[in-house]
Structures are given as structure tokens and as C-alpha cells.
């Protein structure tokens, strides 16, 4: 008999967002940000003591991924392309889902938690899933995650080779994030930009946003100059 697992209170807490590289940078720049969300487990009610092994939902981690280059004719950036689909399906060893993967059991363990003592005293991860799956608990939960782009030259990472190779090109990264079965969604959208070596654009908004306003030459221009202006 299994237990169930559902998934709650999914976001992106904006006091964990840190920005990597500045104006100076020469290597890579980005973000860093946690996906937050509270796990609980509800012991079978047909007798606790039955279950040995818990429902999980799967991880959803969907990025579309948007490449625009630079025409030094016309003076304008033209979109070159796009990666897209669900991370965590076509990579599920990656290093951003480690704790999801191995250790989602033994995090509930972590004094912050407040585990009962029989559960804070396991230390293996199959332990603490069947006394999970037989008492039945809730506890926080996050997955850690580092969009970042090459200044100079290209990048690769969980979304996979950059499209674009060079020191002049512009990525945007929309996020769609969470679970199967469950409405809650986390979204973000990324935009990092570099022109002749030299990083223009560091941006993430928390939330859904169209394309056409990320591409308004407006915000474009809005945003590098927050960045050239930017104490980083």
C-alpha cells in the first residue's frame, strides 16, 4: 500500500534570487533562485502500519529557451531560435535536481522541519521514507537552481548548447514550473544579453509576462540601463 504525497505553497521567494556577474564580468552571469514548495504525506487510512512506499508527484520543469542575434546591417536583433521542453524528464540526473531526486526524505529530517524525534534520528533516505509513508508528515522543501550565459563565446547547461556562439547575443529563459496533478505553478522569465564581450542585460522577473513585452525595445533599454547603472 502506498501513501500519497501532495505538493503545496509553490513559489519563488524573492529575498533567495542573487544575481551572478555585473558589467565587468567576464565569464558567466545570471541568477541564482530557489523553486519553494511544502510536501506532506497522509498515511493510508486502512492502517498506517501497511504502508511501505510513497505516491510522488513528477517534477515539471519546463524552459523555453529564446535565442536572438545581432544584425549589424540593419542594426536590429533578430530571434534565432529556441530549445524547449521539460528538463527534469530529458536530464533527471542533474545537479539542480539532486535533492528532489535522493534526498526529498531525509531533508524532512533537518531540525527546521521540527521532525518527532523517532523520524529526526533516520539518516538514511528509505528509512525515513517508510516511516514517512506509515505516520504520515509535512515539511519545506526547495530546489536550488543557477541560470547562467557565457559572456564571451558560448555556454552550455541543463537546457543544453547555446544556438548562438559569440560575444554579441541575447537569451531569454521562460520558466514554467512544478508538478504533475497539481495546479500551482511557479513562472519566471530570464533575460541576459551581451554585446562585443561586454554583459548589457541581467534581468528576472517573477511571474508570467508575453513575449512581445519582453522584446519592447522600451524594457530592452530600460533594462540595460539598470544594469549600467547597477553597485554590483
Not at 498515511?43 to 523555453?64: F, H, Q, S, T, Y
Not at 528538463?87 to 529530517?109: D, G, H, V
Not at 514550473?177 to 551581451?194: D, K, N, P, S, W
Request: aromatic letters at 8%; a positive charge; one cysteine or more.
Amino acid at each position: 500500500m502506498k501513501a500519497r504525497m501532495t505538493i503545496s505553497n509553490l513559489s519563488v521567494p524573492v529575498e533567495r534570487i542573487k544575481t551572478k556577474g555585473g558589467p565587468s564580468s567576464t565569464g558567466a552571469a545570471g541568477h541564482e533562485f530557489d523553486l519553494a514548495f511544502r510536501v506532506e504525506v497522509k498515511a493510508p487510512l486502512l492502517g498506517k502500519l501497511m504502508a511501505d512506499d510513497i505516491e510522488c508527484p513528477r517534477l515539471v520543469w519546463n524552459e523555453c529557451i529564446e535565442w536572438f542575434r545581432f544584425n549589424a546591417a540593419t542594426r536590429q536583433w533578430e530571434f534565432a531560435g529556441k530549445i524547449e521542453g521539460n528538463l527534469f524528464a530529458r536530464n533527471p540526473a542533474s545537479q539542480t535536481f539532486k535533492p528532489w531526486r535522493e534526498s526529498r526524505y531525509t531533508i524532512a529530517t533537518d531540525v527546521t522541519n521540527r521532525p518527532p524525534p523517532a523520524l529526526r534520528a533516520m539518516t538514511r533516505e528509505e528509512d525515513a521514507k517508510k516511516w514517512i509513508a506509515r505516520h504520515g508528515f509535512s515539511w519545506n522543501m526547495r530546489i536550488h537552481d543557477i541560470p547562467q550565459m557565457g559572456v564571451l563565446g558560448g555556454s552550455g547547461g541543463g537546457g543544453g548548447q547555446s544556438l548562438l556562439i559569440g560575444d554579441t547575443r541575447r537569451r531569454v529563459i521562460y520558466f514554467d514550473l512544478g508538478f504533475e496533478g497539481h495546479r500551482e505553478r511557479a513562472r519566471l522569465v530570464q533575460i541576459l544579453e551581451t554585446q562585443n564581450g561586454k554583459l548589457t542585460i541581467r534581468h528576472l522577473i517573477r511571474g508570467e509576462i508575453e513575449k512581445k513585452t519582453v522584446n519592447e525595445l522600451s524594457n530592452l533599454e530600460r533594462w540595460r540601463f539598470q544594469l549600467r547603472t547597477s553597485h554590483d
